[in-house]
Every structure is written in C-alpha cells, then in structure tokens.
C-alpha cells in the first residue's frame, strides 16, 4: 500500500481503530502461514458496547486493508457486548443507556464498568483446501 493511500485512510479513520485493524490483520496473515492447507474465512471480533470504536469504520477498514492480500475474502463479524456497569453509590448493577454513565437507581455518575470496553480478536475460522 502506498504511502498516500495510507495518509487518505488514516484520515478518514481514527488511529486507534486503524492499529486495531492493523493487528487483526496481522494475526490472519500469522494464520495463514501457520496454516499451510488451511485458509482463513471467517474472523470473529468481540467489540463492547462501550467502545469508541465505530463498527462501520472497522468494517470499512478490514475491507481497505485487506484489498488485494490472501485476507481478501475473509469475513469479518462483530459480536457487540452489552455494557454492565456497577454504581460506586448504591452498588446496584445497570446497562447504561446511550453509552451514559448515570445510575437510573440514584442519579449518580460513579460507577465501576463491568462489561462493554471489550475489543478482542474472538476466532478466526478456517477451511481445508
């Protein structure tokens, strides 16, 4: 990939989620070459509701960088987390809702999250050939 092409895209996506590709990428082409016969179909990315990451660009991204390598045609699919988190006041236990840390309970702010920060490369998939 050429140098403007990688400037248009990190651009247009924020550098963390561009590392994060980045890294799932990596892990397939890892994949593959452990694998000789074998060949990568399917990527499982496990991305909590929390997130700043945006599920489109992640998509948009894989599709990007993946252009033209043997990681072409895998599928990336996101399974979203729900959040959980814990209010710090009342220690009851909420889903946060529009990514908005207040406790319906009692109006506090505090809170411990349980669930939802999570981004992490699930499985990878692979087929005989």
Not at 24 to 47: C, H, M, S, Y
Request: aromatic content about 6%.
């Amino acid at each position: 990939m050429g140098h403007l092409a990688l400037l248009i895209i990190i651009e247009k996506w924020s550098m963390r989620e561009l590392q994060i590709i980045h890294s799932i990428f990596d892990q397939v082409l890892r994949k593959v070459q452990e694998d000789g016969d074998n060949r990568v179909t399917r990527l499982q990315l496990a991305l909590g509701a929390l997130s700043e990451l945006n599920p489109v660009s992640i998509q948009n991204q894989w599709r990007s960088i993946s252009k033209g390598t043997h990681a072409e045609q895998v599928q990336l699919h996101l399974r979203l987390i729900s959040a959980e988190v814990q209010c710090m006041a009342c220690f009851r236990k909420y889903h946060p809702a529009d990514k908005k840390i207040l406790c319906p309970h009692c109006g506090s702010f505090g809170a411990k999250i349980l669930t939802g920060e999570e981004c992490y490369l699930e499985a990878i998939e692979t087929k005989h050939e």
